[in-house]
């Protein structure tokens, strides 16, 4: 994530196309060094979504339309995947308090979006469907957080920082913002994803103490 940040301080094009796959790439190889101690679902989901995010990154370098478009779309499929892991593993019924305010959150942002930046015809349709995808992902995080009764809030807050730098960069990209603000997206995204995949690994306590068999069981 340093790297990249320097890169963006001192651009270099050739580096670039470097730097910024390194974070998921280095990510993606951390989760699959723990998965032997996750059920096969997990294991799946999860890797699924990380391979989604980095085919994402890679695509939205290019700046033209259809590159943007696929990594909007890879960056979409990665948050239902995270959201299908999270419902899979909620246990109970949803928290219906915290189900109501991030409806209302979500709402709220992906209309502020429309009303505060300059969104082109052919993107708007798009741009929304991806709000509504990572405001998914946002809700199923809450509710698998609550519906296990957790005290760690690592994947909804990891989640929530998603939301964060990707609201920031729609802002950025179609409005325009000063250059901080690429420190402050990449940063946080890079954040978010971490905090997931380390959330998912605690909530197995792959990197506590003990760890749990595939059956769920303590080993």
Known sequence: MLFHLAIIYR??????????PLVLISLLLFFLSKVEKLPNTTKWLVTIALAFSLAGDIFLMKFQFDF???GVGCFGLAHVFYALFFNRRRQGDFH?????INIVFVGLLIFSLNEFTELPKDLVLPVNIYGGL?????????????????????????????????????????????????YLVFSSYAAAQYLIVVGVLKHYKVLGEKSLDQNGSTT
């Open 11 to 20: 651009p270099d094009p050739a580096l670039f196309y470097v730097s910024k």
């Open 68 to 70: 943007f478009l696929a």
């Open 96 to 100: 219906i308090p915290s189900l109501l």
């Open 134 to 182: 990572l405001g998914l992902n946002l809700i199923a995080s809450v509710q698998f957080n609550f519906s296990n009764k957790l005290s760690n809030y690592w994947l909804p807050l990891g989640v929530l920082l998603f939301v964060i730098s990707d609201y920031m960069l729609a802002l950025d990209r179609f409005n325009g913002l000063p250059k901080i603000y690429e």
